[in-house]
């Protein structure tokens, strides 16, 4: 690399919306990219994404922006991907290495191969912990990463090379590099983010049918408004979520009901002891997790 020059020439991002644009504007903020190029779903997309300095342009034809492409990220909501991997795939470069930013990963994981096949090397897996409720390319921010985790996990066919040039651009954006594999990944994220996410959704949903919806929201005070955040999160993007990890989901799902079959049985038997017990352990491990 010559003195001054950036460490990526060009990155092509799928999805430039909160997760990818926000790559996109990390690593442009850190001086680190020649070119960013997108492609999306809606022309009106790109166009507020080049508006914002998010892209620099669109791209039309991905048979002309791969090839030659540092990094490909792919941060469209997971049910998109095996299409998209599908329509690269007869594209990559000696020099190209395909990311996602996808939640999920087995899934993701899958769809690589199935399209990548003998140059599944290329494509490293990773998921940037670090988000928000809100979508789209006017939602992305060049500090969303700082200080916060992305998780990367390698496949078996990824060599140091290409994992390194992963975490490098990750890293140029402020994030902290974790590794784990694809199984563990779903099985984490099953239960500190899928389940809390539906959990959220399913409270707003209950009081949102109701005939008189409004005087309960009138009500709601701050406690609600933390547990509920993410039920305002994208529809689309947590159905694909949930779909792709259900199995995971489903088992974290069980287990919580049997939670909440304890503590009903316990407000039943009036059973007050149970409860605070429950509550106690729950506030202790909360209070240590948040550090206060
Ligand atoms: N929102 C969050 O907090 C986080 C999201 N993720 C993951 O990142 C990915 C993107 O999520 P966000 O950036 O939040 O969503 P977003 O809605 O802000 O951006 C996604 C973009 O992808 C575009 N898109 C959809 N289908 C496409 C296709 N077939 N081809 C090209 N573009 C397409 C959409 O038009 C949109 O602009 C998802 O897989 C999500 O699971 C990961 C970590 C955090
Ligand atoms: O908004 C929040 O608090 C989140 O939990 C953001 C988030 C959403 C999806 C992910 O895969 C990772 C992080």
Not at 64 to 83: C, F, N, R, S
Not at 215 to 243: N, V, Y
Request: hydrophobic share 45%; with cysteine.
């Amino acid at each position: 690399m010559d003195a001054g020059q950036p460490e990526f020439g060009k990155i092509v991002v799928f999805g430039t919306g909160l997760i990818g644009g926000s790559f996109a504007l990390g690593l442009k903020a850190a001086g680190a990219v020649e070119e960013v190029v997108g492609f999306g779903r809606t022309p009106s997309t790109l166009r507020v994404a080049q508006e914002l300095g998010v892209i620099d342009r669109a791209g039309i034809n991905p048979a002309h922006e791969i090839g030659d492409a540092d990094i490909v990220l792919v941060a469209t909501p997971v049910a998109q991907m095996p299409e998209i991997f599908a329509r690269i795939a007869p594209y990559l470069g000696p020099n190209t290495i395909v990311t996602d930013g996808g939640s999920t990963k087995g899934d993701v994981v899958a769809a690589a191969r199935a399209a990548f096949r003998g140059h599944i090397g290329k494509f490293v897996p990773a998921h940037p912990i670090a988000g928000a409720e809100n979508s789209g390319p006017s939602a992305a921010r060049h500090d969303l990463y700082q200080g916060k985790k992305v998780v990367v996990t390698p496949l078996d066919e990824n060599n140091d090379e290409r994992l390194d040039r992963v975490k490098r651009a990750w890293a140029l954006c402020g994030a902290d590099i974790y590794e784990l594999t694809p199984e563990m990944h779903d099985r984490v994220f099953a239960a500190v983010s899928h389940l809390p996410h539906l959990l959220s959704f399913a409270l707003v949903h209950d009081l949102a049918v109701r005939d008189d919806a409004e005087l309960f929201f009138t009500f709601a005070a701050s406690g609600f408004r933390d547990f509920t955040r993410i039920a305002a999160s994208h529809p689309e993007m947590w159905r694909d979520i949930c779909l792709a990890n259900r199995q995971a989901l489903l088992g974290e799902l069980d287990s919580y009901r049997a939670q909440l079959d304890d503590l009903r049985d316990a407000l039943d038997k009036a059973d007050g002891e149970r409860l605070e017990d429950v509550f106690g352990i729950a506030r202790q491990a909360r209070r240590e997790w948040a550090g206060s």
